[in-house]
């Protein structure tokens, strides 16, 4: 597939089966993702890649999250907080670096960190991957972070939901560029 037919072809599969993906696919993925372009070659990314009992295990942790902050809530919206993970049977959670010196700016580490999200949603898609790019809560719940490995002021940008796509949906084209650009001459 070339680089135009993956980024015009490429759609959200939120409906992946619970099929597991060969760690060598995955590994495919990172290959892809760190091919993006970062100011200082600082390589401000950082994944978590979560499968089976992982997925388990940070589904607890929500859970246990959600809890501490909203202990009024219902028994299903702990249960339904303790799924999450469990929606594709490959979960990465994509950080990017705090700056370490004055030149790195942090929303240029951000920044770069989504171009990798983007070249790893291509790469995955090329492969007959299914995936959805999510954030939500989740991606600024304290706990969540520290059983990543991430920092409290670090910013998680994604997390990347992968699998075989359960079925391959019809998708409208997206608006055109016209309405959001300006041309100088
Ligand atoms: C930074 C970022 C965060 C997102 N977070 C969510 C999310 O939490 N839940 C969700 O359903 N979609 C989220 N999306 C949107 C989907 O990933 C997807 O891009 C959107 O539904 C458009 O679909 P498409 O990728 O098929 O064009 C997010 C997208 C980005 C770029």
Redesign the pocket.
């Known amino acids: 597939m070339d680089v135009f037919e993956a980024i015009h072809s ?5 409906k992946v089966k619970p099929d597991a993906v060969p760690r060598a696919l995955i590994e495919e993925l990172l290959r892809a993702a760190v091919q993006a372009p970062n100011h200082y070659k600082v390589r401000p990314w950082r994944f978590v890649v979560l499968t089976g009992d992982g997925r388990d295990k940070l589904g607890d942790v929500m859970a246990a999250s959600q809890r501490e902050n909203h202990p009024d809530f219902p028994q299903e919206a702990f249960d339904k907080a303790r799924a999450t993970p469990l929606r594709a049977p490959v979960v990465i959670a994509v950080g990017a670096d705090k700056p370490g010196e004055p030149k790195v700016l942090e929303i240029e580490n951000v920044c770069a960190a ?1 171009a990798a ?1 983007q070249n790893l ?1 291509l790469a995955a898609h090329a492969m007959g991957l299914g995936a ?5 809560e989740w ?1 600024r719940d304290a706990k969540v972070k520290e059983f990543l490995g991430f920092a409290p002021d670090q910013h998680i ?3 990347l939901y992968i699998g075989y796509p359960e079925f391959i949906a019809e ?1 409208p084209p ?1 608006p055109s560029f016209e309405d959001r650009t300006v041309w100088m001459e």
């Open positions: 490429r759609y959200s599969q939120g989504a999200c949603l959805k790019w999510r954030t939500g991606a940008v994604a997390f998708n997206r």
